[in-house]
């Protein structure tokens, strides 16, 4: 499910999913937590031609079972998805440093 990329001293984990519509997109993790016992990854797609350096939209999703199999999921709850977003939003705002 995942594949892990060495850049400039660090680990670079992507993922390989599936869309809707069959088509398989890179994803690099850029964040990961745990939250009331299920884990969740906030990721950018790896080759987006519309994503600037100024601009980091990431998609939220969660680890779930298929059987034996652990599989990533969108969330659709939407509390739970304000819920995780406002964590990965403060994470995210606290790695910025606005003096360089």
């Known amino acids: 499910?995942?594949?892990?990329?060495?850049?400039?001293n660090e680990e670079i984990e992507i993922f390989t999913l599936t869309?809707?519509?069959?088509?398989e997109i890179d994803f690099e993790v850029i964040?990961?937590?745990?939250?009331?016992?299920?884990r969740y990854f906030?990721?950018?797609?790896?080759?987006?031609?519309?994503a600037s350096d100024d601009?980091?939209?990431?998609?939220?999703l969660k680890l779930a079972k298929d059987g034996d199999e652990e599989i990533l999921v969108?969330?659709?709850?939407?509390?739970?998805?304000?819920d995780v977003a406002d964590y990965f939003d403060d994470l995210?705002?606290?790695?910025?440093d606005y003096d360089n």
């Open 31 to 38: 964040g990961e937590c745990e939250r009331d016992g299920q």
């Open 42 to 50: 906030a990721m950018i797609p790896v080759d987006d031609p519309d």
């Open 55 to 60: 601009v980091c939209e990431y998609v939220i």
């Open 92 to 96: 995210f705002s606290q790695e910025i």
């Open 74 to 82: 969108s969330v659709d709850d939407d509390d739970e998805l304000d």
């Open 19 to 23: 869309d809707e519509d069959g088509n």
């Open 1 to 8: 499910m995942s594949e892990e990329r060495m850049n400039e």
